[in-house]
Structures are given as C-alpha cells and as structure tokens.
C-alpha cells in the first residue's frame, strides 16, 4: 500500500507560480512511476507530468517549458513547479504513482489562477 499526500494548491494571478508536493509513504519503495494529473470542471482527467523510474520525465504539451517534476528519493517527494500559470491551469491536480501493477492517488490540490 502506498499512501499519497499534496500540499501546495492555491490561487495566484496569472503569470505567476506555484509548487505542488507529494509526500508517499507505506511502500513508497515499490513505487516505479510518480507525477501528477489534473482535472478541470467538466473535462476529463489528464496527465500533466510524470517521472518513470526516478529519471525519465513527461509532459503534457500544453506544460512543456512551464511546469518541472522533481523528484527527492530521501524524502519519497515529487514536486511539481509550476511557472507562468496561464487561467486554463486552473483544475484540481492529482499526485499519482504507481508500485507494480497498483495504481494510488492523492486528495486532490485545488489550484486556480486569475486573469
């Protein structure tokens, strides 16, 4: 079992930033793939940016040379910067890791950006 906590979510005016975290623990040694989703009213839910194996990143096209994942294997945490913040980032993110073939999430961070 893998336990996921965020912190970080809140509003800030457009063009300005924030920092998600996600502290795992129980069996976050197990955990091979960590990031975040987000999800805004009415959409679906979407893949922001991971981290595959503690060194391999993606990212969502709309985030690229904004958002950076990070990763502090000491502290089991994954951060999410996020820069520029533009209002259509404004969505509940999800922290979200794999262990295995077992998928967890987190709460949910509300994060809204005003124009």
């Known amino acids: 079992q893998v336990q996921l906590v965020e912190s970080g979510g809140g509003l800030v005016q457009a063009g300005g930033s924030l920092r998600l975290s996600c502290a795992a623990s129980g069996s976050s040694f197990s955990i091979n793939v960590q990031g975040w989703y987000r999800q805004a009213p009415g959409k679906p839910r979407e893949l922001v940016a991971r981290?595959?194996?503690?060194?391999?990143?993606n990212y969502a096209d709309s985030v690229k040379g904004r958002f950076t994942i990070s990763r502090d294997a000491a502290k089991s945490t994954v951060y999410l910067q996020m820069t520029s913040l533009k209002p259509e980032d404004t969505a509940v993110y999800y922290c979200?890791?794999?262990?295995?073939?077992?998928?967890?999430w987190g709460q949910g961070t509300q994060v809204t950006v005003s124009s």
């Open positions: 979200h890791a794999m262990a295995g073939p077992y998928n967890y």
């Open positions: 981290i595959l194996s503690g060194v391999t990143t």
